[in-house]
């Protein structure tokens, strides 16, 4: 199978347009992981996914993070028809023309009055449903103690990924074959590293002041 180079992205909150993509390759995916909008407006939703039909890409991957309110709202099969220019996952599975299986989950663990925010234990819940075998994952946050660091007020680090989404990938996920895991939600976070061959990406363009600063990451699959 002919790699696979996937453009990461995650958190443009209606920056898009801004946004310096590479240029697109033949069998390249656009990945983005949540927080398209700030507010969570429908005419956010739609000037994403018009902007999505202007980047050349063969294949875009797009899903749903905290700020994207008018999502949950709508649901997963209307979201998923209101997006003409990416497909849309919410806890479903979509296999590349490459042959990558990716699996979607906007879920992230609570944290204020946002959208598809659960408690640890029902994020369990979810993890387990993705299914073992895939390819790419992408989730809106990280997993505990992976590219999760927030500096605090009084200068202290705190992490804030889910820590039962650490455990479905190092104890179930990885084991079956994930190759990546692609994110954003913690701005101060935004890197990449690989860990027992598992390529984490936090994409997150915007920085903690919400200025557009990252460039997008691309891996190779």
């Known amino acids: 199978m ?3 180079i996937i453009t990461c992205i995650s958190d443009t909150h209606g920056s898009q347009w801004e946004v310096d993509l590479p240029p697109p390759t033949e069998n390249g995916i656009l990945i983005h992981a949540g927080d398209w909008g700030s507010w969570g ?14 980047t050349g890409y063969p294949e875009t991957v797009i899903i749903s993070g905290n700020h994207d309110k008018i999502a949950e709202q709508q649901g997963y099969q209307l979201a998923k028809q209101m997006f003409s220019n990416a497909i849309y996952l919410e806890n479903d599975l979509y296999i590349s023309n490459s042959g990558l299986k ?10 204020g009055n946002w959208s598809f925010m659960r408690s640890e234990e029902d994020l369990d819940k979810i993890w387990a449903k993705v299914p073992e075998g895939i390819d790419v994952l992408i989730v809106h946050g990280p997993c505990f103690g992976i590219l999760d660091e927030v500096k605090l007020r009084n200068g202290k680090i705190e992490n ?23 994110f954003g939600h913690i701005h101060q976070s935004y890197n990449q590293k690989t860990i027992d061959g598992i390529q984490f990406v936090n994409a997150a363009l915007l920085d903690e002041d919400y200025v557009l600063t990252n460039k997008p990451i691309q891996i190779c699959i």
Do not use: C, N
């Open 102 to 111: 990716i699996y979607g989950t906007p879920f992230t663990e609570t944290y």
């Open 2 to 4: 002919k790699p696979t």
């Open 41 to 54: 407006s429908f005419q956010e939703m739609i000037d994403f996914d018009t902007w999505l039909g202007t």
């Open 160 to 182: 804030t990924g889910s820590v039962t989404l650490r455990k479905h990938i190092f104890e179930r996920l990885g084991p079956a074959g994930l190759k990546a895991v692609i």
